[in-house]
């Protein structure tokens, strides 16, 4: 899989073995690990490009799950989004860093920008954060099944019920202030 955006390649490398891994880390620098090296299902390895510049890194995502991790990019701010495990992480592309992280408490399985904001939609909930992974909202929800967005709105389908939430919604005090 290959994300390209702006001046930026994405490329996931592949799943890599913990000796591959300890490998990568000792051997470059600019290396980023994401998760829990010390207990772990799945490494997969993203390789990160700028077409511009000579800047190159590697970033190491350790999951407790098989799934894939999900990338998405934000162009206004240059950041790299990654949602693995139960974390979404924000990647600041210019700088090789983390700018920032929340843990989500259940499953991620899905980011979107939409405007100004993240929606987030998790095994239990769903969350609207601004780019800096900061909380607007937090919906929570039965097992998510199934979802889609239809303009201003993201429809969830549970077991028990369909529930619509308005993604602009934002209420007077946000949980994060």
Same mark, same amino acid.
């Given at each position: 899989?290959?994300?390209?955006?702006?001046?930026?390649?994405?490329?996931?490398?592949?799943?890599?073995?913990?000796? @591959?891994?300890?490998?990568?880390?000792? +051997?470059n620098e600019?290396?980023?690990?994401?998760? @829990?090296?010390?207990?772990?299902?799945?490494?997969?390895?993203?390789? $990160?490009?700028?077409?511009?510049? !000579? $800047?190159?890194?590697?970033? /190491?995502?350790?999951? !407790?799950?098989?799934l894939e991790?999900?990338?998405?990019?934000?162009?206004?701010?240059?950041?790299?989004?990654?949602?693995? +495990?139960?974390?979404?992480?924000?990647? !600041?592309? #210019?700088?090789?860093? $983390?700018?920032?992280?929340?843990?989500?408490?259940?499953?991620?399985?899905?980011?979107?920008?939409?405007?100004?904001?993240?929606?987030?939609?998790?095994?239990?909930?769903?969350? /609207?954060?601004?780019?800096?992974?900061?909380e607007i909202?937090?919906?929570?929800?039965?097992?998510?099944?199934?979802?889609?967005?239809?303009? #201003?709105?993201?429809?969830?389908?549970?077991?028990?019920?369909?529930?619509?939430?308005?993604?602009?919604?934002?209420?007077?005090?946000?949980? !994060?202030?």
């Amino acid at each position: 899989m290959n994300v390209i955006f702006d001046n930026w390649v994405i490329r996931l490398v592949g799943k890599v073995s913990k000796y @591959d891994l300890k490998k990568i880390f000792e +051997n470059n620098e600019t290396a980023i690990l994401l998760g @829990d090296d010390t207990y772990w299902t799945e490494a997969f390895l993203l390789c $990160v490009k700028s077409f511009t510049n !000579d $800047v190159e890194f590697l970033v /190491a995502v350790c999951s !407790d799950i098989v799934l894939e991790p999900s990338i998405i990019s934000h162009k206004k701010n240059d950041l790299l989004i990654i949602g693995f +495990n139960n974390d979404i992480v924000a990647i !600041d592309l #210019n700088i090789a860093k $983390v700018a920032s992280s929340k843990q989500l408490g259940s499953p991620f399985y899905f980011a979107k920008f939409i405007e100004n904001r993240i929606i987030v939609i998790t095994e239990i909930g769903v969350f /609207a954060l601004t780019d800096e992974l900061k909380e607007i909202f937090y919906q929570p929800t039965n097992l998510v099944e199934s979802f889609r967005f239809m303009e #201003n709105e993201l429809i969830i389908i549970t077991e028990s019920e369909a529930r619509t939430i308005d993604i602009f919604y934002t209420p007077t005090t946000t949980p !994060d202030a």
